[in-house]
């Protein structure tokens, strides 16, 4: 016996999480936004991303992609949140218009972003409908160190309240 759909979401959404704005390495720029992601190991160091069956990031991570950049949103970036999770329309493609640039895999880093990082996929696990693709960290860097983070809280995004 599991609990349902709808249970799952309302516990896993008390797990308060930054967020993410995932990036690939393929020449036509994809972007999804992702909260389920971890970090694994120090030594190597490893990350974690759980890729939804019914995406096209998962289709071209399946279809060859063999690296990814987590972009760590800042709370100013909302707008990439929503726009990559599908949520809203941006006037003008966020990887024409925002600053990016690329490090080790190719996959636009965003310069806005609080922090990176840019990983080969090492390995890849089925879990149900998601698969966990294991990123080796090739570079990464803090580029907005006084920023503060975009947060997701039972279902909607939030911030660090201001001291
Ligand atoms: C805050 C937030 C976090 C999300 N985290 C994930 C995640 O970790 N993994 C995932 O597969 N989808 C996640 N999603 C849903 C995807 O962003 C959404 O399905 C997106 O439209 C998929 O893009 P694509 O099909 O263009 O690749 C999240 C959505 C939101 C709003």
Known sequence: MSVDNGTFRELMGNFATGCTVLTLPD???????????????LDPPLVLVCVDHDTECYERLEGGADGYCLNILAEHQQDLGEFFADLTELAEDPFETRPTTTEATGAPVFEESIAYLDCSVEAAHEAG????????????????????????????WDGIADE
Do not use: C, Q, W
Request: hydrophobic share 35%; net charge negative.
């Open 129 to 156: 409908d998601h698969t966990i693709y294991i990123g080796r960290v090739e570079s990464g860097g803090v580029l907005n160190g006084e920023d503060k983070p975009l947060l997701f809280f039972r279902g909607e």
């Open 27 to 41: 020449e036509s720029h994809h972007g999804m936004t992702a909260n389920a992601v971890s970090s694994v190991s």
